[in-house]
Structures are given as C-alpha cells and as structure tokens.
C-alpha cells in the first residue's frame, strides 16, 4: 500500500460503521425473512467460522455472486499447479452461489459466507482466517473489508476488475476514497479494457489487462438423463431460449413468442430467470398474454399444447443451452450491463443480446464482429432475428461455429496470462513470510 492519507470520508465510513451493530442485525434479519439468506450459517454473515482453518497457506478469493464465484474455479485449480501446498477459501454472498460452490469448489478449497462490512465481523473473520493472500473478483469495494485485508496479508490484488458506468460516476464524487482503497493491491487487473481505464483513472496507476476471466469457466455442466428426458418431451418442436432475463424482460420475449407463433405455431419459447424465485411471476405474465405455460420448479411436463416453458430452477442452464440452438442473453434490455455470453458459446447457441452490456462490452463487440452474436432492441427486433435464425440453417450454424471459436481460443490464453501474474505476487508473498 502505499503512504497515501485515508480520506476523511472513510474515516467517517469506518466510524458510522463502528456503530451500526443493531442496523447490520436489522438488515440480516430482514433478508433471512426474505430468503435470501442461509439461516443455517447466518452467523457467517456475523464473521464467525462454521470452518477450522487449514494448516499453511491460505489463499482467500472473494467473489460477490454466481458469475464471479463460478470464474475463479477455473483460476484455484490452475494455482493450485503452481502452489500445491495451498490451500484456498472462497466467499461469495448470495445463497444461489454458496449452492453452486458446495457442488462445485475442488476439494482444496473452502466456502464461506462474506460478512458485512462491520468492523466487529470482518475482525472476527480476519482473526479466524488469516490469509496469506487476497484477491477481490470483479467490483466489491467495502472499505472496513479491504482494509483489513490488506493489514494481514502480505499480497492483496483485484482481479477481473470492474467498475460500472454509475459506480463510477459516483466514485468520481469521492476521489480521494476511492484512490486510497484502491491503493491496498499489489495488482489490478481488469476485464477488459474499457474497466481497466475506468480503475486507471480512479487509481492513477497501471491496470494490466488479458481479458475477462469469465471466458475461462469450465462449460456449464447437464446431466445427461435430464438432457434427454427434455429431448424426448420436446421432440422436434421449433424452440429458443431467453436466459438470465431479469424484471422488464420477459413481456419483451413474450411479445416476440407471440409474433414468431404466427408462422411457427409449434413454437416453444423456454425462458430461464436469472433469479428462478422469480418463475410463478414469469409464469404469470406469459399465462396472461393467452399463453400455455409449464414450470420446471412444478415438474410440469411440456406438451403439445405447451407455449412457454419456465426453466425456474438451480444450475440447469446447461441443460436448457443444449436445448436450444438460439438464446437471448438476458440483463441486456433493461440496464443490467448484461450476461455472460460466452456460456452459451461454448454449448453451441447463435447469441442475441439486447443493447445494455456494458458488464462485457469487449467480449459483445468482438463476438458480433466475428459474426457469433447480433443485436436486438425490442420484441420486433427479437422476432426478426429469431425467425431468421430459424430459417436459414447455414447461417445459424456459421454463427454458433464463430461463438465457440471465439469463446475456446480466448478461454486458456486469459486464464495463463492471468494466472501467471498472480503467481508472481504470490511467490513473492510466500518468500517474504
């Protein structure tokens, strides 16, 4: 770090913080209510360890929810190459990523909730854990947490960094704050370039940059029996998917199911919900649009009479993404800054996304420019692509052929480059102990 003054604005932070125990209680309370916490390691979310720590080396990765958690999968194993005696804990905050981390995490690793960023339970946390190392995935800048990290462990860096439009907007209000806490890692890498000149601005330093560390997830996974169970249901049929869809999105697809069934009224439209809490209320705005609708969450099997199919459950995007030869990202009408395209890349899709992307403004931009993904505005211009799509094989093959190219060439590339660098600081780290 370096000997830059802490700003007063996070002196003040730190202190309000210091005094908001019964608001952090408060606000943990409200989200169990709301499921979106895990009742059974709420106290996590307290900083206190449901896990011994394990002997040596300890490499924690914090990643704030399922894409970022999900990337650094890939990255633990390629260290691990390099680091065999480390071991790696792993913090997300979403109960979505802690379930895909218990299926997922290689056996050197540990998941743990990440506390709030109040003084009492990051203590708590740090004094249990003591990393060695710590490296922040993508944007989760808590002043109290990466503070503290940086007065234990010797090596602290920012991966697959990313500051959106409006955060960084609103961190150009607070420059002073923002520099200093960006001042506590050894390295900073964004995921691509726009991000990595947004944190060089912010920072006044030098960003390095190999691409988005998204790219380098393993492809999502499908259990076979489900795959062909769907295959059997679904027969021939015509069908699509519009996947990760947020709040605002699924009228805009349903208008387009609407538009395309005039001509291909076998049609199937299958709609995966970023958040699968949110599929009765998909349901419920395809029923009222006249549709026929089946829910994945109820069992309710597709039939003949089946409009739109509601894949409203866990870790079965895979599936749906072998299913369909045409996807729709999702995030990407409403301002969300869009999905991970190249998921659905890598399992054979032509990608239509909408013009809110900018969580992956390189990787949209080169993948429509090698012909693997097109734009789409509206319900209009989603039927117009789709039918298309749909019509003409050659070109729908060429463009799922330019999707996989471009996801499996940049996959191991990003991932060495980045790996690479980390490993250097964490030499360095293991030398100076």
């Given amino acids: 770090m370096t000997t830059l003054r802490e700003p007063m604005s996070l002196k003040i932070y730190r202190a309000v913080s210091l005094c908001a125990g019964p608001v952090a209680k408060i606000a943990l309370d409200r989200r169990l209510k709301a499921g979106k916490e895990d009742a059974a390691r709420i106290n996590e ?251 994945r969450s109820k069992n309710e099997k597709i039939t003949d009479e089946t409009n739109v199919y509601v894949a409203d459950t866990l870790g079965e995007l895979g599936v749906f993404y072998r299913l369909c030869e045409i996807a729709f990202i999702g995030g990407s009408i409403t301002p969300k800054g869009g999905h991970n395209p190249l998921e659905p890349a890598r399992l054979g899709s032509a990608i239509l996304h909408g013009p809110e992307v900018f969580n992956f403004d390189d990787t949209y931009r080169i993948l429509r420019r090698a012909g693997g993904a097109a734009l789409v505005r509206n319900d209009r211009e989603m039927a117009t692509a789709i039918r298309r799509l749909m019509g003409d094989e050659k070109t729908r093959k060429a463009m799922i052929q330019s999707a996989r190219d471009f996801a499996e060439a940049n996959a191991r590339k990003t991932l060495d480059d980045i790996a690479e660098t980390l490993a250097g600081g964490l030499s360095a780290s293991v030398s100076a102990q």
């Fill in 45 to 295: 979310r307290r900083g206190a360890p449901s896990h011994e720590r394990p002997e040596g080396r300890l490499v924690w990765i914090h990643g704030a929810s399922v894409g970022e958690s999900l990337s650094v999968i890939p990255l633990i194993e390629r260290l691990d190459d390099d680091f065999p005696e480390t071991r790696f804990l792993v913090t997300t905050g979403t109960v979505t990523s802690a379930a895909l981390m218990r299926e997922r995490l290689p056996t050197n690793a540990i998941h743990q909730y990440i506390p709030l960023d109040h003084p009492a339970y990051v203590r708590e946390f740090m004094d249990h854990w003591r990393p060695d190392a710590a490296l922040f995935v993508e944007s989760e800048f808590w002043p109290n947490l990466i503070l503290a990290a940086r007065k234990t462990a010797p090596f602290c860096a920012l991966v697959n960094g990313r500051v959106s439009p409006k955060s960084f907007a609103d961190w150009k209000s607070q420059p002073n704050a923002i520099k200093y806490l960006l001042s506590v890692f050894d390295v900073m890498i964004g995921q691509d370039q726009q991000n990595a000149e947004r944190l060089e601005a912010l920072s006044g330093r030098k960003v390095l940059m190999f691409g988005n560390l998204k790219n380098a997830a393993a492809p999502l996974p499908a259990d076979e029996a489900t795959l062909a169970h769907f295959k059997a249901d679904i027969g021939e049929r015509v069908r699509w998917l519009a996947a990760s869809t947020h709040p605002g999105e699924e009228q805009t697809i349903v208008a387009a199911h609407k538009n395309l069934a005039n001509r291909a009224p076998n049609l199937l439209t299958m709609i995966a919900p970023r958040h699968p809490s949110r599929g009765d209320e998909v349901a419920e705005i395809a029923r009222a649009a006249g549709l026929v609708v089946a829910q």
